[in-house]
């Protein structure tokens, strides 16, 4: 009895830990459960239809685990399992004229479509992602459905919960990275409308027939937004 105990005791002291180390640090080892190809593809179409990496992210994991060549029962393809009709209507729309149904094996054209397509459904159900995901995987038909009756199919109901679980994992493992590059870009962002800036007003200043007089290089910058009679004469 006593070595059952014992034995018992150990199991539920791993359990814990397990469970502490499974929740409170993903980052050592999520990328093995949830791993992460094509990210420059990802964060290049986050960007451009205002989407979060994590979010399309975990489409791509639930759809196909990240496996280019994934086709579907039903003839979706490719890693975001764009069907072959879907991907006529949305190259039409994004002014592909090089598509072909082949092409959607592609991964950088099916991640454009795919995120084209979320960010589509999401405007259309007005930010409510569950609706979007339920058009994303089931049509629009299962969307009314669930708004009629609270109920969709179960393969519907399994991808928007997996979704929905991933894009947290990929949050908590990815994000903080994804998080810093978003920032670097900002900054960087910034001091291109900076230089673009000054580069404008100097070039007013030209117009005007002025010109900067006695600055000294660092300090230029300082001198263009706050002039003073000083540094400034007509030419």
């Known amino acids: ?6 034995i018992s005791f150990i199991l539920l002291v791993f359990l814990f830990f397990g469970l502490i180390f499974y929740f409170y640090f993903p980052q050592i080892w999520g990328s093995v459960v949830y791993p ?7 964060i290049k179409y986050a960007k451009e239809y205002k989407l979060s990496p994590s979010f399309i992210a975990a489409v791509i994991y639930t759809e196909s685990r990240f496996n280019n060549d994934s086709v579907s029962p039903v003839g979706a393809r490719g890693l975001m399992q764009i069907m072959p009709s879907t991907g006529l209507r949305l190259s039409k729309t994004l002014l592909d004229k090089d ?15 795919g995120s084209y397509y ?12 569950d609706k979007a995901l339920i ?20 393969e519907t109901s399994g ?4 979704v929905k679980s991933s894009w947290d994992m990929y949050q908590k493992v990815y994000g903080a990275k994804w998080q810093e590059e978003e920032l670097k870009e900002l900054e960087k962002q910034r001091e291109i409308e900076k230089k673009r800036e000054l580069q404008r007003k100097i070039e007013e200043r030209i ?14 910058e300082f001198k263009i937004f706050w002039p003073s009679l000083e540094f400034w004469k007509k030419e």
């Open 135 to 154: 058009a994303y995987n089931g049509g629009e038909q299962a969307v009314i459905s669930y708004e009629r009756r609270a109920t969709i199919p179960r």
């Open 1 to 6: 009895m006593r070595r059952w105990f014992k």
């Open 118 to 129: 979320l960010r589509e459904l999401i405007d259309r159900h007005q930010d409510d992602l």
């Open 159 to 162: 991808f928007v919960r997996k």
């Open 207 to 220: 117009k005007k027939g002025e010109t900067l007089k006695g600055s000294i290089e660092k300090k230029w």
């Open 36 to 42: 992460l190809k094509y990210e420059d593809l990802i």
């Open 99 to 113: 598509f072909s149904v082949s092409k959607l094996f592609e991964p950088e054209r099916n991640i454009r479509y």
